[in-house]
């Protein structure tokens, strides 16, 4: 079955710094790779996904995920912070041969400190 | 630009009574999903929902719970009779179409079992 691990429950950076908010997977087969983002009381964002081609994404806000096939790595970066990047995240992985087969990771709070 | 919405916003309820979480999709999609967020956990997925059945379940939606699409627009989540581990945060999500790759998510429900 395929999963998605957040190593990190919190990640603390300070404004202007760059951030990267880790996330590893399993499956077999090639994956469908998400971020979302959870603000206080929100529901979640699409932030990014990898489906195929360049490894490196870049989605809203100014972040960007790099695909790391040997790694099974799908980090989440953005070079400098702003303190209203302060929120959840969380990393998803979908079957893409099925829709419904969309698992979350655990998330990684993320807080950025003027 | 359209969003999925949902309501309450917050529900508490009372152990063993029953709950109906209500959401509406984006106007022109076809597939349904409840997702269930218990407070500092993982997010987790509860049923899709397709052509006005149930397409797939986890192990998580029991007898307990059921969906419908009552009219064109809203698609409700009911717990026949909550549980003190009900309590948790419920997002709806939607997609045009099983070609889609991303959900688009709802704001959630808080639901609140006392």
């Known amino acids: 079955a395929q999963s998605v691990a957040q190593p990190e429950d919190q990640v603390n950076v300070a404004e202007g710094n760059p951030l990267t908010v880790k996330c590893t997977y399993s499956?077999?087969?090639?994956?469908?790779l998400f971020w979302y983002v959870q603000y206080p009381n929100r529901g979640l964002q699409f932030l990014l996904k990898?489906?195929?081609?360049?490894?490196l994404v870049k989605g809203s806000y100014g972040f960007e995920a790099e695909f790391n096939k040997s790694q099974t790595s799908f980090h989440l970066k953005k070079p400098s912070a702003l303190v209203s990047d302060s929120a959840l995240y969380f990393c998803a992985v979908r079957d893409p041969l099925n829709n419904n087969d969309m698992r979350f990771g655990a998330g990684t709070r993320l807080t950025v400190k003027p | 630009e359209p969003e999925v919405t949902q309501t309450p916003s917050h529900q508490v309820t009372q152990m063993g009574q029953e709950v109906i979480l209500r959401c509406v999709p984006i106007?022109?999609?076809?597939?349904f999903y409840w997702y269930r967020q218990i407070l500092g956990q993982k997010v987790e997925f509860l049923v899709s929902?397709?052509?006005?059945?149930?397409?797939?379940k986890s192990e998580i939606f029991d007898d307990q719970f059921s969906v419908e699409r009552p009219d064109g627009s809203n698609f409700t989540l009911k717990i026949r009779s909550t549980k003190l581990e009900d309590s948790a945060m419920y997002f709806c999500a939607s997609i045009p179409s099983k070609y889609t790759d991303t959900q688009y998510f709802g704001p959630g429900t808080r639901l609140t079992v006392l």
């Open positions: 106007s022109n999609h076809l597939y």
């Open positions: 990898y489906i195929t081609g360049d490894n």
């Open positions: 929902f397709y052509n006005n059945e149930i397409s797939e």
């Open positions: 499956v077999s087969g090639n994956p469908y």
